[in-house]
């Protein structure tokens, strides 16, 4: 039976602070459109067709919506639907929810506008957020979280703004949870330190995957190379590639920093450049048959998540529009050696 929400008493009225809307610059969506099309059919994925009147059609009054003290049981309720909360202790629930509110939003109104600072994650009780974004000077629908769906997770993590707004789409409860309480958690909570983890690591690579730089790779070779990263913890100053080898990789840095060095020429100082987490290092030295010139190892404790030289290469023969990659990348990375790419992997901020 569905848990009863607790009646509204003592309401506080919360209203928003009037903030243009800029348009996104280098904010990319949470999720590419076509990989939610393919991936996630059971989202409902809308692109409005006319231009909006106004950049997010936010109304002409401010947003308003009821906040109150979360019942403990509705926001362990709501918690305990959440994949990665699900199957908890207890204790760990109880120390989440201490403080969490509870929120009343009309239909129409917004949870939290596109550039707002991320302060905390919300859980859909009942109800309906669409995210949304501007793009060309009208709204895209990115998708909509449903009961037992969280909000906002990634940007508490990724010091990112929102990269959408949250908009109810007729009236919808949440509850919120504040970042302090989240962090307050994970420091003392291995558990719930390594799911969310994973959850940065998953987020980081669908990012990664949303980037021009994959832009001629369909939704299914996309998703695949996703499943093809593994995790790897690197220990401090192992190496990973060494001057004359040839090899292909991708690696997404997720904690610590990976270093490559060029080995010093006659009268100039050594080259080194240090890539750090929300950053990505490709390699296609393979592909072209140079052997590279870089050194490169971690200079402390890092973590990874990698597509490997044997993993691509089956990828590069299932999907042969991976093998413009090293033609693209100049476009839209930074070089650091004839065949050795960085980036950023576009953290998103919702």
């Known amino acids: 039976m569905a848990q009863q929400l607790p009646p509204l008493a003592a309401r506080e009225v919360r209203t928003r602070v009037a903030v243009p809307v800029q348009p996104p610059v280098l904010k990319p969506s949470l999720i590419p459109f076509d990989v939610l099309q393919e991936v996630e059919r059971e989202t409902r994925v809308v692109v409005d067709q006319e231009p909006s009147t106004s950049p997010l059609a936010v109304p002409d009054d401010l947003p308003i919506f009821t906040e109150v003290d979360a019942d403990p049981e509705v926001a362990m309720f709501a918690l305990s639907q959440v994949r990665m909360f699900k199957d908890l202790p207890i204790?760990?629930?109880?120390?989440?929810?201490?403080?969490a509110k509870q929120l009343e939003i009309p239909d129409g109104e917004f949870l939290f506008l596109e550039g707002d600072e991320a302060r905390s994650f919300y859980v859909v009780v009942e109800g309906t957020i669409e995210l949304l974004r501007q793009k060309d000077g009208r709204e895209v629908a990115l998708r909509h979280?449903?009961?037992?769906?969280?909000?906002?997770?990634?940007?508490?993590?990724?010091?990112?703004?929102?990269?959408?707004s949250g908009r109810a789409i007729g009236d919808c409860v949440v509850i919120e949870i504040s970042g302090e309480r989240l962090q307050a958690l994970l420091d003392h909570d291995d558990?719930?330190?390594?799911?969310?983890?994973?959850?940065?690591?998953?987020?980081?690579?669908?990012?990664?995957?949303?980037?021009?730089?994959?832009?001629?790779?369909?939704?299914?070779?996309?998703a695949r190379l996703i499943g093809r990263f593994a995790n790897r913890n690197v220990e401090t100053g192992e190496q990973l590639m060494s001057p004359g080898e040839v090899t292909n990789l991708i690696a997404v840095v997720t904690h610590g920093s990976l270093l490559l060095e060029e080995r010093a020429r006659a009268g100039e100082?050594?080259?080194?450049?240090?890539?750090?987490?929300?950053?990505?290092?490709?390699?296609?030295?393979?592909?072209?048959?140079?052997?590279?010139?870089?050194?490169?190892?971690?200079?402390?404790?890092?973590?990874?998540?990698?597509l490997s030289h044997k993993d691509l290469n089956e990828l590069l023969h299932d999907y042969p529009a991976l093998r413009t990659l090293p033609q693209r990348l100049p476009s839209f990375t930074?070089?650091?050696?004839?065949?050795?790419?960085?980036?950023?992997?576009?953290?998103?901020g919702l």
């Open 91 to 99: 204790h760990s629930l109880e120390a989440l929810i201490a403080g």
């Open 145 to 164: 979280a449903n009961r037992g769906e969280s909000l906002g997770l990634f940007g508490l993590f990724s010091a990112q703004l929102r990269a959408a």
């Open 191 to 222: 558990q719930v330190h390594t799911r969310v983890l994973q959850m940065h690591r998953e987020r980081l690579l669908e990012s990664f995957m949303a980037s021009k730089l994959f832009n001629d790779i369909d939704s299914i070779a996309r």
């Open 269 to 306: 100082q050594p080259r080194s450049f240090e890539v750090t987490p929300g950053q990505f290092i490709m390699v296609t030295s393979a592909m072209t048959g140079t052997p590279g010139r870089l050194r490169m190892h971690a200079p402390q404790f890092a973590t990874l998540s990698v």
């Open 334 to 348: 930074r070089q650091l050696d004839k065949n050795v790419f960085c980036g950023a992997v576009g953290v998103p």
